[in-house]
């Protein structure tokens, strides 16, 4: 199959075919930016069920910032994956992480000392 007819073509269809090495590594960071958008879903969810002795609204708050952050996981990694395979194929410099994932990153830092906060930890 040529990278003509495999899909996305936007990223395929460009440059020279990489070190397969490379993309296996690129695809298991994707791999694991999913895993991550799972375990906050989990978390988010954990949240909202057990008992943490929080106001409601605290706790809804918490939940919806996961269950978000979790949402928006997946479609980082497919940016950041895709990025990543077409700068490899131009053999372009690696983008950098971005303010999306920093923002990421961020507000979850931001949510766990809240909650640690709250909680009295």
Do not use: K, Q
Request: charged share 20%; glycine share 10%; proline share 4%.
């Amino acid at each position: 199959m040529s990278s003509r007819e495999r899909w996305p073509a936007r990223v395929y269809g460009e440059g020279d075919e990489p070190d397969y090495r490379f993309s296996l590594a690129n695809e298991r960071t994707f791999l694991a930016w999913l895993r991550t958008g799972l375990a906050l879903l989990a978390a988010g969810v954990a949240i909202d069920v057990l008992d943490l002795s929080l106001g409601e609204s605290e706790t809804r708050v918490a939940a919806v910032v996961l269950l978000v952050l979790g949402g928006l996981a997946p479609v980082l990694a497919w940016l950041r994956w895709a990025a990543a395979e077409r700068a490899m194929r131009r053999r372009e410099p690696l983008p950098g992480l971005g303010v999306a994932a920093g923002g990421v990153a961020g507000l979850l830092l931001l949510t766990a000392v809240v909650l640690l906060v709250l909680v009295g930890l």
